[in-house]
């Protein structure tokens, strides 16, 4: 079993989209991608949600436990072996470059993504998504996927918030804050808390939409930090279901 360690492990989670990355100013370019994660052991909060959500992805061979056992340490491995054997073989990457024998999530699994994602017009951020990785089972990867159409109404929280202060006993914008709250991820909900608090907490008690948008204050940098941090995650489907019952009568 080459993958062993709890820093290889997040490493891997982080690569595969199951865990959110946070960025080395030093990474050790040596062994990983440019994300900072430790070498405790896997039981914070976020760690234990991403190993379920990578379980629940296989979950005809693994049991959704949130637990790093042999089993999910095993298919990790088979799945990190086979997005690199597709990566070699669009031509993203050299056998030499990544050796059959070293299924890690590291540099040069990082940079092969990186020019995946840019043949495919994709945000190049060295992440393989499921999507991504499906994307390489194609046997042939000339036509790039078209744009999406960005929705009608795009959604601005920075002018919802303000909307939401001259009238904040709305039914609908409860509403729609409460199922916003409801479907982000909670790795999501930790960051925006901990941005709103100016704290790093690992499990912070987490902020209420709702009190955040009450409360919202322009002139500080952690209430600016934590909005846009909030509308960086928020993709177009989101965006259609929260406006939606934002602005239902």
């Known amino acids: 079993m080459a993958i062993s360690s709890p820093e290889v492990i997040r490493h891997i989670l982080i690569g595969l989209g199951y865990l959110a990355p946070e960025i080395d100013p030093k990474p050790d370019l040596t062994k990983f991608a440019p994300w900072k994660r430790n070498n405790?052991?896997?039981?914070?909060?976020?760690?234990?949600?991403?190993?379920?959500?990578?379980?629940?992805?296989?979950?005809?061979?693994?049991?959704?436990?949130?637990?790093?056992?042999?089993?999910?340490r095993t298919v990790m491995e088979d799945t990190v072996k086979g997005l690199q054997n597709r990566l070699k073989f669009h031509g993203f990457?050299?056998?030499?470059?990544?050796?059959?024998?070293?299924?890690?999530?590291?540099?040069?699994?990082?940079?092969?993504?990186?020019?995946?994602?840019?043949?495919?017009?994709?945000?190049?951020n060295g992440i393989a998504t499921i999507e991504q990785r499906q994307i390489l089972q194609q046997s042939n990867l000339t036509d790039k996927p078209q744009?999406?159409?960005?929705?009608?109404?795009?959604?601005?929280?920075?002018?919802?918030?303000?909307?939401?202060?001259?009238?904040?006993?709305?039914?609908?914008?409860?509403?729609?804050?409460?199922?916003l709250q409801k479907n982000l991820p909670k790795d999501v909900l930790h960051k925006v808390t901990n941005k709103w608090r100016g704290t790093n907490d690992q499990n912070p008690e987490i902020v209420k939409l709702t009190n955040l948008f009450t409360y919202y204050d322009d002139n500080n940098q952690n209430h600016r930090d934590a909005l846009n941090h909030l509308q960086s995650q928020i993709t177009p489907a989101i965006s259609q279901a929260f406006l939606s019952l934002w602005n239902k009568k």
Do not use: H, R, W
């Not at 914070?44 to 949130?66: P, R």
């Not at 056998?95 to 190049?124: C, H, M, N, R, W």
């Not at 109404?153 to 199922?179: G, H």
């Open 40 to 72: 405790n052991s896997l039981t914070d909060d976020l760690t234990e949600e991403a190993i379920k959500k990578f379980q629940k992805q296989y979950s005809q061979k693994l049991v959704v436990n949130g637990n790093a056992d042999a089993e999910t």
């Open 147 to 179: 744009p999406q159409p960005q929705p009608q109404s795009q959604l601005k929280l920075i002018d919802l918030c303000f909307q939401f202060k001259k009238n904040p006993q709305n039914p609908s914008y409860i509403a729609a804050l409460n199922n």
């Open 93 to 124: 990457a050299t056998p030499a470059e990544i050796p059959k024998d070293l299924p890690f999530y590291g540099p040069a699994t990082y940079i092969a993504v990186k020019k995946f994602q840019k043949s495919q017009g994709l945000t190049e």
